[in-house]
């Protein structure tokens, strides 16, 4: 049996029916609000009938239909960890991601450490939290108080037990009152988000007039290209799927003003340092972006890998 078949049958023992979870039709496209689609395709990286489109005007691929929040929200509760561990073979869970956590905490403080040293901030909001252990380590380096948000009740235990606040739940939905936080982090998290848009506006009320975002995204062309497969690029997990220029397009139009872009170590995510700025609500990514994205996507589609 190939490693191939393999990996299909340790998925398809977890017995997860995509196609019964709740769906959500997408209207308009979350970062432009058009509603003209290119379908891209028809099958995600696990298999399951996951269909990506890109918006025609702005070029944001997206799932379409794509989970509601209550089918994410099982997805996350027992779901998710096991679908990753099955794909890749090994097992991938709150516990085991800790180390690979701690060394991204350290590399991606590496890249805050000229904004926040000495800049005299308290309070730091990560959303997407996970176990808490990015939090914990950019709290401890920076001296700031940390505040953690996840909707998986597994990950936000192991947070809670290293004595970091902790809230269950989406950061839009979470009643954190007149609260504003200094710094926000968004690791590893936006392309799981199910509304984007809402997200990051909710982020720029809560952030102080001097805070700093990080946010950082897996860059859609570098993970179709390393594969040269765009459906080895789609995963359910993701309900979106940012280039650079979608990325600075939402924050442009966000109020953010980017301070700083960083490709990663591993090639395929790129984080983004910014702070409160103009908002640009109308920030498009610049013309020719979306042709030269789906003529790239149909060279992949098409020609031998090289
Ligand atoms: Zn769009």
């Known amino acids: 049996m190939s490693t191939t078949e393999e990996r299909w049958e ?3 023992a977890l017995g997860f029916d995509y ?3 709740e769906w959500m039709l997408v ?3 979350n970062l432009c609000g058009a509603s003209a689609f290119t379908v891209l395709t028809h099958r995600d990286r696990y298999g399951f009938p996951a269909t990506a489109s890109a918006c025609d005007r702005c070029g944001l691929v997206f799932l379409d239909p794509v989970m509601t929040a209550t089918s994410y929200s ?6 998710y960890r096991p679908l990753v561990s099955a794909y890749h073979g090994r097992l991938i869970d709150a516990r085991t991601i800790q180390g690979e956590q701690r060394e991204y905490a350290a590399d991606r403080g590496d890249l805050l450490a000229r904004y926040l040293d000495g800049g005299g901030y308290r309070t730091m909001l990560d959303i997407g939290g996970s ?3 990015v939090a914990s380590a950019l709290a401890e380096r920076f001296g ?3 505040t953690v948000i996840d909707p998986a009740p597994l990950e936000a235990a192991e947070a809670q037990a290293l004595g970091i606040e902790t809230i269950e739940g989406l950061v839009e939905e979470s009643d954190l009152g007149q609260r504003r936080f200094d710094v926000v982090i968004i690791c590893q998290t936006v392309d799981h988000l199910l509304d984007v848009a809402g997200t990051l506006r909710r982020v720029r009320e809560l952030l102080t007039d001097r805070g700093i975002l990080f946010i950082d995204i897996v860059d859609f062309r570098a993970a179709y290209l390393r594969n040269w497969s765009v459906e080895e690029a789609v995963k ?3 309900p979106y799927y940012f280039t650079e220029s979608t990325m600075i397009a939402y924050l442009r139009r966000s109020g953010f003003e980017v301070l700083r872009t960083d490709y990663a170590p591993d090639h395929l995510h790129v984080s983004y340092v910014a702070r409160p700025g103009a908002a640009a609500p109308d920030a ?4 020719g972006d979306v042709r030269d994205l789906l003529r790239e996507i149909r060279f992949v589609q098409n020609a031998p890998r090289p």
Do not use: M, S, W
């Open 131 to 133: 176990t808490g252990i």
């Open 27 to 29: 209207e308009r496209c």
């Open 10 to 12: 340790r998925i398809e």
């Open 74 to 79: 099982r997805f996350y509760n027992g779901t």
């Open 236 to 238: 359910i997990d993701h």
């Open 19 to 21: 196609a019964a979870q």
């Open 284 to 287: 498009l990514p610049p013309p």
């Open 144 to 146: 700031l108080k940390a």
